[in-house]
């Protein structure tokens, strides 16, 4: 969507003002999920499944029934009857699956039944009253051994047309793409490389649980109030699941203690509802830590074949990658995504990608920034070093010279509008980092990543207050400091101060439907909304300002938060400031509103480049980061230290996923570590100051240039890092995550 | 659950004595309590022991040896500028252990009777040839702490006995110690690898010696092969080669979420030849 009405100069935006919801975050009024409460609440508790696969033969809740503090039990059977469809087609029932088992557990940790009792710990008590018999089945849960002949099969019939004929049941989704003759491209190579990469599960990490509070009554009506991303999808997703309309249930998102993409759908809302509906009274359920890792999304894990072919001048002839990842035991896992951004930053002519969406018995997969992607720039950036390293090459220069840029025809098909990566590129070659001397033992390196941005159905409405102040309602979750951006384009648009806008994230009553706060699309798509109804009020603003004036309307411009004569024919008029034309607004036609909602088209796509130092204790295996820096385009940013704020936070997560976190199961498929001191997030001890460099490069398809920049960041690090710690070690890590003992047994095999 | 906070040692062990089903101790809670929430054990009957007087207490005694209180926390101990001076390889191994939250709760005696292999201060301990007074029904008796654990999360504590104190040796002259682990991790971890080090020289000689590992047997050791490796030596690197061999062929490790048998048995050699050259700096008073 090419715009014509294209800002450049700012006054707010790009100003660095404090958030509006930082207050109440620092002294602690903020209200997150598990801080809200209603007169007569019950606790709700879920009972999950021990085993990785098993046939639940019979399920007695007689006993919890029975006990004094219990009002209500749920199963499967208190749901509503959802259609199965293949695919991701039956998402709803993918979802209602995944919130209550059905006729087998899938996976350990899957819930079976809940209970609401007058206490927590009354619940909590009650579920080991719950006597389930199980048929404990053949379990699996590694990609590769999933799609072997021998594996068991999770669910048949899960497949939809994608896939092709002969595979196994647990292939449930395929992709196939590229361009060129990646034969004829290898014959022109001078080196080849072809290798194997590995990446385990990890989670989001987010530091607020799941948590909600749910009122169903028998009359259909209902309201909800969770942490989410997205309370819109939760309110179609539980109207879904409880037989209810849509309409009749009222969500209310909390503040959000972090999501990642992982509170992108619902886990433990369904459930609070069941339970209110058959016990007539709020039910309040805040899950464990261990039920956040045993029951909620992981990232999928990986297992993926790449083979690049590159001329002695560093020119890439050919690329071809298969990416498998598993996704648990639901359709989902983004292989498609991965193959389709593995090789998107680079312009080529040979390209093919194929990507595998297995199913296994792991939790249902969930979104986590920018979903798929940096597994296959793990591997391929990875390889891209090797072929630098072995053929002499700088891989900076590398990266520029096979970079992508406005018109290139990408590795998916369509050819890219302005895009930013070789400004990315020459940012990270001119930053001091990139030629700073390393120590013994330390390690450089790079990684390009690409990711797409979304735009999503969007909805927001602006009010002005008699003493000019505005009132802003957008219905995307605030994940990032959207609140600041948002209020920042409107104070740009009306030329009122920013401390005058209160932005509140709207009820799903307030708006029409918005999208969730995923694809990077919260300061693009809300952000665009916000701008578009701004000028909105600003129209309206005009046209009192003409009536008052009595000249037409054409001859009226909004300039720095007045109406104004738009030139010298109009009139001789003072300017006439915003807070004079609402302070009568009543008797001049009454309150004075904008409204802007579509489906924004012009997201565009996204690029960093990241440049890493890690240092590996060569007797232990250990590795520190030392530097690390995040250089990528951001468009236009708003509020730059939010921008800043999401470039460290991805590298953050990138250095846990590389180096440490991982979903570890046991021979009898039960998650090892479900808990934060098993599950190894890093700390911040072990973080270095992550520096970052913002490149600005307009977005065409937004009124002040803005792309997001929530989830490329976590691309590039995690084959940065790899190719850091490589070069440090002295041998290629191909399986993540880098722990020492990983580290220490390649270091040995290598001198061995 | 029954809940008792005794006035006394006698009083608690007589509680314990006559408890049935699950008793636990409560000092820091920092393991029962996390235990307890999150339906690991349940116990039957809880005796706080925090309550009785003198629990908290750091006491030098007239001969320089050290007498703690069993609820003296790992926070007191990092505070207490002469016992560091002393033990500076015994306060930094207790104060390694969780956050800094957990400092202000956490004891020595409830991380030795939690029986984990990996616990920190228990290597420390061992190496400084720490005693424990263990109360119990017939009176006290005076138990080295290596004879404590006798498994994961077992200990050879007789129904009805309690620690009731914990004896550190007088440091004496030109001795030093350190405690090193090995995490993934910066902090907030637990100890993949733990070698504590303790050892006294005359002149540039190492005269006595005492070596102890975390984390790669069912109990933590204490390890004479090792002590052997450095005695009578002044930790050449012949010595330090020796020493890490014996502490490598000293580890019974098991593959787990944390770390593999290879590498235990690999970091284990490692750690200990660090650590000895910190004790061995601090026995020199080179290095604080």
Sequence with gaps: MALDDRKSEFTFVGTRPDRPDGLDKVTGRAKFGADMSAPGMLHGAILRSPHAHARIVKIDTSKAEAHKDVKAVVTRADFADVPFKPGLEGEFWNVLENVMAGEKALYDGHAVAAVAASSALAARDALKLIEVEYEVLPHVTDVDKAMAPDAPVIREGAADYSVPEGMHPNVVRYHESGHGDVEAGFAEADLIIEDSFVTEATHQGYIEPHACLGMLGNDGKGELWCTTQGHWIAQKTCAALLGIETSQLRVTASEIGGGFGGKTTVFIEPVALALSRKANRPVKIVMTRSEVFRATGPTASASMDVKIGMKKDGTISAAQGVFRLQGGAFPGAPGDMTAMCAFAPYNLTNVKQIGYDVMSNRPKQAAYRAPGAPMGAFAVESVIDELCKKLGLDPVDVRLKNAAHEGTKASYGPRYERIGLVETLEAAKAHPHYTAPLKPGQGRGISCGFWFNHGGETSVSLALSEDGSAQLMVGTPDIGGSRASMALMAAEVLGIPYENIRVTIADTATLGYNDVSHGSRVTYASGLATIKAAKHAVEKLCERAAAKWDIPVEAVKWENGCAVPSGPNAGDFDPMPLADITADMGRTGGPISGHFEATPEGAGVSFGTHIVDAEVDPETGKTSITRYTVIQDAGKAIHPTYVEGQFQGGAAQGIGWALNEEYIYGEDGRLQNSIFLDYRIPVASDLPMIDTVIVEVPNPGHPFGVRGVGETGIVPPLAAIANAVSNAAGVRMKQLPMSPPRILAALKDNNG | ?288
């Design chain 2, 1 to 288: 659950m029954n809940y008792h906070s005794p006035a006394s040692f006698a009083e608690a062990s007589a509680l314990a004595a006559n408890a049935t089903g699950i008793t636990r101790f409560l000092a820091g809670g920092t393991d029962v309590l996390v235990q307890l929430r999150s339906d690991v054990v349940t116990p039957d009957t809880l005796i706080d022991i925090k309550k009785i007087d003198g629990v908290h207490d750091i006491t030098r005694n007239a001969d320089g040896s050290w007498t703690l209180g069993v609820a003296a926390t790992g926070a007191e101990m990092t505070e207490h500028a002469d016992l560091g001076r002393d033990w500076p390889g015994l306060v930094e191994a207790m104060d390694l252990i969780g956050s800094t939250q957990v400092q202000g709760r956490a004891t020595l005696t409830g991380n030795l009777c939690n029986g984990s292999p990996a616990a920190d201060s228990v290597p420390a301990m061992i190496a400084a040839g720490v005693t424990v007074t263990v109360t119990g029904p017939s009176g006290d008796r005076e138990v080295a702490v290596e004879d404590v654990p006798t498994g994961p999360g077992k200990t050879s504590l007789a129904k009805g006995e309690v620690i009731s104190a914990i004896n550190i040796p007088a440091r004496g002259e030109n001795g030093g110690d350190a405690y090193l682990r090995f995490i993934p991790r910066t902090e907030m971890d637990i100890a993949v690898v733990g070698v504590a080090v303790n050892l006294r020289l005359d002149g540039d000689i190492i005269t006595e010696a005492r070596v102890s590992l975390g984390a790669v047997a069912p109990t933590v050791l204490l390890v004479e092969d090792c002590a052997k490796a450095i005695i009578g030596s002044a930790l050449d690197d012949a010595a330090l080669d020796a020493l890490a061999a014996a502490a490598s062929a000293a580890c019974n490790p098991i593959d787990d979420k944390r770390g593999t048998i290879a590498f235990r048995t690999e970091v284990a050699g490692v750690l200990a030849k660090r650590a000895a050259k910190i004790a061995y700096a601090r026995a020199k008073g080179e290095q604080a």
